[in-house]
T-cell receptor, first 115, second 109 residues
């Protein structure tokens, strides 16, 4: 148990819709990172938030956006869903903002299916 | 572009065997190499390696990093069926982890 929770567990949407995924970090962890894991692939970095500001972004279009709140919860929003957005979405929390030195602890993920 | 390559992609062994999983990386602003175990959904943390040549151990698992040759290995001795999982290697840079595709390990009784 990492103390990181995500909701919902599963979600089915249709192409063009919008979706919001939620994550609750470990208490005291100021950093949350979001990853997309397609079937048979390793997780791919979407973006990182540190103290409610976006701190870094991977190679994802602007229709992927996020929010982080002072109560250690965060959201990943995806607009104009495409079929290729079907994946497991993982959030990870860490104490500091350096992924290379602060261990990231992952939640169980949200499985998103886009039809 | 940052890249992490794991080999083999899949491996089937019998209980009691020893396995070695490989990970090579090319990452800008490299800071550490991490190993995670993914059974169903959440990757669970195994090791973070920052220094070359220093082995980290946890029970039957051990790992070492070579920063000159840009690779790491994860060893599992006396494998058990509970070790069956995907093992992910990730290179940590300033703000992100770059993952490999993982090695699917199957341990048969």
């Amino acid at each position: 148990e990492t103390g990181v929770t995500q909701s919902p567990t599963h979600l089915i949407k249709t192409r063009g819709q919008q979706v919001t995924l939620r994550c609750s970090s470990q208490s005291g962890h100021n950093t949350v990172s979001w990853y997309q894991q397609a079937l048979g692939q390793g997780p791919q970095f979407i973006f990182q938030y540190y103290r409610e500001e976006e701190n870094g972004r991977g190679n994802f279009p602007p229709r992927f956006s996020g929010l982080q709140f002072p109560n250690y919860s965060s959201e990943l929003n995806v607009n104009a869903l495409e079929l290729d957005d079907s994946a497991l979405y993982l959030c990870a929390s860490s104490l500091g903002l350096l992924a290379g030195t602060d261990t990231q602890y992952f939640g169980p993920g949200t499985r998103l299916t886009v039809l | 572009e940052d890249k992490v390559v794991q080999s083999p992609l899949s491996l089937v062994v019998h209980e009691g065997d020893t396995v070695t999983l490989n990970c090579s990386y090319e990452v800008t602003n490299f800071r550490s190499l991490l190993w995670y175990k993914q059974e169903k959904k959440a990757p669970t943390f195994l090791f973070m390696l920052t220094s070359s040549g220093i082995e980290k151990k946890s029970g039957r698992l051990s790992s070492i990093l070579d920063k000159k040759e840009l690779f790491s290995i994860l060893n599992i001795t006396a494998t058990q069926t509970g070790d069956s999982a995907i093992y992910l290697c990730a290179a940590g840079s300033n703000y992100k982890l770059t993952f490999g595709k993982g090695t699917l390990l199957t341990v048969n009784p």
